[in-house]
């Protein structure tokens, strides 16, 4: 059942490959074992996706597909997770990163003020592409709380779709089961 609800939503590989970005990594996305749904596929899958969507780096869908080429597991999947870093969910991921930072370094969990300086001089250094000034007294902070915060959700997300999977599985085996005695 689970399978067959994952296989209607995701688009066919046709649909992807003949997109821009794929277009770079030629026929190689269009292996089957990319597109396979299994569980091990997905969870897998999943755990590179909330990784690298995680991280609020330019060009994350690259490292995704990368990871997703060299291990072959689900790729829509995968490259849907992406989207995990966007407008909304930027500033409570930075948020989390810099409390977890700062509980590492036993260092003051930083003010609205310095937060605020520090998200504008990242995103006009962005915004410049490269240039600019950007205060790097908190980047040990920050970046060592987005590796672990990342980490720790995708290994969460990983185990949730595990368990999930394997829930669904007993689920309609007992569906299945009774259905069997009841005739």
């Not at 991921?93 to 609205?112: C, E, N, P, R, T």
């Not at 950007?134 to 595990?162: H, N, Q, R």
Request: charged content about 15%; aromatic content about 14%.
């Amino acid at each position: 059942m689970l399978k067959q609800t994952l296989q209607s939503w995701l688009p066919s590989s046709e649909k992807v490959a003949s997109s821009k970005i794929m277009k770079l990594f030629g026929s190689r996305t269009r292996d089957p074992l990319l597109w396979y749904i299994n569980r091990r596929s997905i969870s897998r899958a999943v755990l590179i996706g909330a990784f690298f969507g995680l991280l609020p780096i330019p060009f994350h869908s690259i490292l995704i597909i990368l990871a997703v080429l060299m291990l072959e597991v689900n790729l829509p999947i995968g490259l849907s997770l992406a989207w995990l870093t966007n407008p909304f969910t930027i500033a409570p991921i930075l948020y989390v990163a810099f409390w977890i930072g700062s509980k590492i370094y036993h260092v003051q969990m930083i003010d609205k003020e310095v937060l605020l300086t520090t998200f504008h001089q990242v995103s006009a250094w962005l915004s410049h592409f490269g240039h600019g000034y950007v205060d790097t007294s908190m980047t040990k902070v920050l970046f060592s709380g987005l590796l672990i915060e990342a980490l720790s959700f995708s290994l969460i997300l990983y185990i949730i779709t595990l368990l999930f999977w394997r829930w669904s599985t007993i689920h309609q085996w007992h569906k299945r089961h009774y259905f069997l005695k009841t005739k």
